[in-house]
């Protein structure tokens, strides 16, 4: 399938530290989004990156691209306690109304 | 700004009652409209999209259908529930044209008793 697998499952860190996710797909992608979600809440967008770039930086958040080894990987610098948090890759493919998402990363800060 | 709601928040029903939960989007026209299943600590699973009023895509075979009566209105229904249909359902929107970031409800506990 064109699931997004990401890794690890789970990442628990110190808070201030850095925090790398990543995500693998099968097939050609048109986009590659990052979300977040909190417990029990739904899912916010946190960055897209487009097939054409290979890095792309919002705030804390640095998202690079890899499309011909078919993988994604989100860094999350300088963590905060409120970064606690499950990701989720989700690829977009051309001539099609729908996103597949990962099955997360669930990040815990230690404070 | 657009914003969207669904509810109810938590929802707690019996095996073989009806099922109906609403999602309802605004500020904005013609989105695209979602239903996701969430299984505990999974990924999301698409069970329905809807490009347009009356427009439905089914993504999985099972015990549930949609229905878009507005534009801006994304109904899940189930005419018997069963156990397996317990989860954390999410509404989502997009832009038109489905390449765009999706904006998610706070979405619905379904529990089956």
């Known amino acids: 399938s064109q699931q997004g697998e990401e890794d690890p499952q789970a990442l628990s860190i110190q808070e201030g530290e850095n925090a790398t996710m990543n995500c693998s797909y099968k097939?050609?992608?048109?986009?590659l989004q990052w979300y977040r979600q909190n417990s029990g809440r739904g899912l916010v967008h946190l960055i897209l990156?487009?097939?054409?770039?290979r890095e792309k930086h919002s705030g804390r958040l640095r998202v690079t691209l890899d499309t011909s080894k078919k993988s994604s990987s989100l860094l999350i610098t300088a963590s905060r306690a409120a970064d606690t948090a499950s990701y989720f890759c989700?690829?977009?493919?051309?001539?099609?109304?729908?996103?597949?998402f990962g099955t997360g990363t669930r990040l815990t800060i230690i404070p | 700004s657009q914003t969207i709601h669904q509810w109810p928040a938590t929802l707690v029903q019996p095996v073989g009652s009806p099922l109906s939960l609403e999602c309802t989007v605004e500020?904005?026209?013609?989105?695209?409209l979602y239903w996701y299943r969430q299984a505990a600590g999974r990924g999301l699973q698409l069970l329905f999209y809807?490009?347009?009023?009356?427009?439905i895509s089914s993504e999985v075979p099972q015990n549930l259908s949609a229905s878009r009566p507005q534009d801006r209105q994304f109904i899940l229904s189930s005419k018997k529930l069963l156990l397996s249909d317990s989860g954390f359902y999410l509404c989502?929107?997009?832009?038109?044209?489905?390449?765009?970031?999706?904006?998610f409800g706070d979405g619905t506990r379904l529990s089956i008793l």
């Open positions: 989700a690829v977009s493919n051309f001539g099609n109304e729908k996103l597949t």
């Open positions: 809807s490009v347009g009023i009356g427009q």
């Open positions: 990156i487009r097939s054409n770039e």
């Open positions: 097939t050609s992608i048109n986009n």
């Open positions: 500020g904005t026209s013609n989105p695209n």
């Open positions: 989502a929107w997009s832009p038109l044209g489905g390449r765009q970031p999706q904006h």
